[in-house]
Nanobody
Framework: QIQFVESGGGLVQPGGSLKLSCAPS????????IAWFRQAPGKEREGVAC????????VFTTSARDRFTISRDNAKNTVYLQMNNLKPEDTADYYC?????????????????????WGQGTQVSVSS
């Protein structure tokens, strides 16, 4: 089964930082767009950011625009999400996935694209 393995979550105080990693099991990332999503307790899953095969970045949520950075290292077959100045509202389970349609590029609206290869997620808790 092809899916991602997310890691790097944890408990951090407000204002702190975490770096999440997303590595695939069963395929390489070289020609795929990869996106990070999150789902807070009791809320809908939302797209955070996406990086295309050519490193073009699309940020889906405005709250992440100046604080989160998505990047990829094809040599390590891993996509990262560097999260700085974390806030309690960033508390969520974070997942990565790849578009099921036009898999090399990031969509403008993550809700209009089917996604695949969901992993188990990594939990991020921001609390003092």
């Amino acid at each position: 089964q092809i899916q991602f393995v997310e890691s790097g979550g944890g408990l951090v105080q407000p204002g702190g930082s975490l770096k999440l990693s997303c590595a695939p099991s069963g395929f390489t990332l070289d020609f795929k767009a990869i996106a990070w999503f999150r789902q807070a307790p009791g809320k809908e899953r939302e797209g955070v950011a996406c990086i295309a095969y050519n490193d073009a970045v699309t940020v889906f949520t405005t709250s992440a625009r100046d604080r989160f950075t998505i990047s990829r290292d094809n040599a390590k077959n891993t996509v990262y999400l560097q999260m700085n100045n974390l806030k309690p509202e960033d508390t969520a389970d974070y997942y990565c996935a790849t578009p099921n349609v036009a898999p090399m590029l990031c969509p403008g609206d993550p809700l209009l694209t089917p996604w695949e290869s969901w992993g188990q997620g990594t939990q991020v808790s921001v609390s003092s």
